[in-house]
């Protein structure tokens, strides 16, 4: 998954919303066709307001007018904005409009609205998570320094998460950090939260600002408010809220326009179509990169930049990292991410590291020191045992002198050792590198 918040690029807007023109004629149309009465407030929050409905919507002029039941009272000016809340489906929504000018008797017209959203404040509703779900974030300041956190999630929202804070730790210095109350205040930037194990959820990656962080008596709690949430991983956290809140609701239904419906009167308006079950991407296909258009531009400036051949070598190798630690796993992953490799795979235990080894033609495993109640070197020997595709790389996170290991490099059963904390531009870069033969000379 592209890190976002690392790599730089657009900031979604964090509510969900109907913006396709087609889409909000249609709306209005459909509500001028069965009368629906729609509330009018000219400030938001007014406790009063006026009853209109929709009479007429007009495509080339990109207006629509509502008639009122009584004279609205005040002057109104060319460009006023109006707060609109309306029933549709089953469901509530809400738009602003702008003023544009008079129509008939007790009529106004305005501009269409550029969005419609939900009323119900969908992003304020969570869902709690039992201790036997164990959904969990790992929270990075920085991706070689400041700190990072990690712990199970409590609940979660359209706009946040809150989880227990189990650990805290310097990623510089690669060492703990008591969790205290007062280690971070609201408004602290973090540049990655890595959210897993949601059910039926892949790994889902943006950046986050600090919203409480504070003591309770079960232990510190830290609120995040995500920032740069892409739109597709905002649907993932959608439907997991809509399966588990009854109240959430179901989306924007889909509707067809005026003439549509009446060449077809027995159409029925369709609902928003299910977001398709978590399947994790196959591997993408080398010879497929290659041959689209962009890719084979990169390959013809390739041949004459040997270190761009060797990044484009990059996007097409397959690497599994195996490691319990949601935070160390989750440096390694994301650091891996920003140096070019694009088929990262993450396993936390032996049963996952064998599943993904056998839906995937792996190139190299990155495997921890201990993996659960398995040393590294045993899950790198049934890896490879399982492993059906070519050769695999396999290298160790190791600890301390560890005899065990350095016998094994001697003896082929690994292909690297990497001491910890991990040296990545000094040692584990420049070992993947030639292990995977993506030196400049490399065919």
Known sequence: ?????????????????????????????????VRTPLALRLKENDPFGSTVKVELVSEEKETFTLSFLHQPPGDWKVGQVVHLNFPLDGQRFRATAKFAGLGGYLQREFKLPEAIFHAERRGL?????????????????ELFQGLGLSGPILNISMGGLAFRVDRVMD???????????????????????????????PTLECSATIAHFNAIPEGVVAGLTF???????????????????????????RKRRRG????????????????????????????????????????????????????????????????????DRAILTA?????????????????????????????????????????????????????????LVAVLVTEGDDVKAKLALKGGR??????????????????????LGLGTQSP
Do not use: C
């Open 1 to 33: 998954m592209v890190l976002k918040s690392l790599l730089g690029g657009a900031q979604p807007e964090r509510e969900p919303s109907l913006r396709d023109g087609e889409q909000i004629l249609a709306w209005l149309e459909e509500l001028a066709r």
């Open 125 to 141: 509703m969570r869902t709690r998570f039992s201790r036997r779900e164990r959904p969990t974030v790992a929270v990075l300041e």
């Open 171 to 201: 990623i510089k210095q690669d060492r703990r950090i008591q969790v205290k109350g007062d280690l971070l205040g609201a408004g602290r930037k973090m540049a990655l939260i890595r959210i897993q194990d949601l059910p039926h959820t």
């Open 227 to 253: 920032e740069g949430m892409g739109s597709l991983e905002m649907q993932y956290i959608a439907k997991l809220l809509s399966q588990r809140l009854p109240t959430f609701g179901r989306g924007f239904p």
């Open 260 to 327: 549509e419906q009446e060449a077809n009167p027995d159409f029925q308006s369709l609902e928003e179509e299910d977001i398709p079950a978590f399947e994790e991407p196959s591997p993408p296909s080398e010879v497929e990169d290659a041959l689209s258009d962009r890719e084979l531009l990169e390959i013809k400036v390739a041949m004459r930049a040997p270190d761009r051949l060797s990044q484009l070598r990059k996007r097409t190798r397959q690497i599994l990292v195996v490691h319990p630690d949601e935070l």
């Open 335 to 391: 650091t891996l991410q920003v140096e070019g490799y694009r088929g990262i795979h993450e396993a936390r235990s032996l049963v996952q590291a064998l599943d993904v080894a056998r839906r995937h033609n792996l190139n190299a495993i990155l495997v921890g020191h201990r993996v659960g109640p398995h040393e590294g070197l045993e899950v790198i020997a049934k890896l490879k045992e399982a492993f059906k595709g070519e050769a």
């Open 414 to 435: 690994v292909e690297g050792l990497v001491p910890f904390p991990v040296d990545f531009d000094g040692i584990l870069k420049p070992m993947l590198e030639n292990l």
